[in-house]
């Protein structure tokens, strides 16, 4: 017997269409994955056509501002252990667990650092961010009138506040978001 398929509706032909173009785009990214320093020097270059736009058009502050801070935020996330220990000191607290006795190097349990947000979803974020903001720049409707300096002194100074912050918590739980730094052990071979 001959069953003759069902005519493809122009909905699904799209939609097939456009999985084939999100499977190549993850498959380009996947590729991307382990060329860290090409992919951040790609941003890098990015960010600098960016704020050669903002200069040269001398508008579209707003688009940059809002930009600092969502870039400021994703630096934030970046720095911050998944498993914050100030809320696990929080709840050990409530939970009365904190004065079984006091602990000695031998039983901590080590905990390495992981990210609230990994490196790569810090970069794909960041250069996502870093085009709908470039795209954005050439659109008269998204260049608002404002006085660019106020923007400049407010980033910065939320800026500062928030990176002390950070840095107090990094200091009082003895955490580094960073490899650098850190002692390295080799295997001795015996």
């Known amino acids: 017997m001959d069953s003759q398929e069902p005519e493809q509706t122009p909905f ?9 173009y ?8 996947d590729k991307s994955t382990p060329y860290t320093t090409y992919r951040w020097a790609g941003t890098g270059v990015l960010l600098l056509f960016f704020a050669l736009r903002i ?17 400021l935020n994703l630096f934030l996330a970046f720095l911050q252990p998944k498993f914050d220990p100030s809320i696990e000191q929080d709840t050990e607290m409530e939970d009365g667990s904190v004065g079984g006795g006091l602990p ?10 992981i990210r609230r947000l990994p490196e790569f979803k810090f970069w794909y974020s960041a250069t996502r961010a870093l085009v709908i903001g470039f795209f954005c720049s050439w659109f008269e409707i998204f260049n608002i009138p404002v006085f660019w300096p106020v923007l400049v002194v407010y980033w910065l100074i939320l800026f500062s506040l928030t990176m002390r912050r950070q840095i107090q918590h990094m200091i009082k739980y003895r955490y ?11 295997r001795s071979s015996t």
């Open 55 to 71: 200069l040269f058009a001398q508008g579209w502050y707003i688009v940059a501002y809002t930009l600092g801070i969502y870039l």
């Open 176 to 186: 580094v978001p960073f490899t650098f730094g850190k002692a390295r052990y080799n």
């Open 22 to 29: 999100a499977r190549q785009y993850q498959a380009y990214l």
């Open 104 to 113: 000695t190097k031998q039983d901590e349990e080590f905990r390495p650092f």
């Open 12 to 20: 699904a032909a799209i939609s097939a269409q456009t999985s084939v």
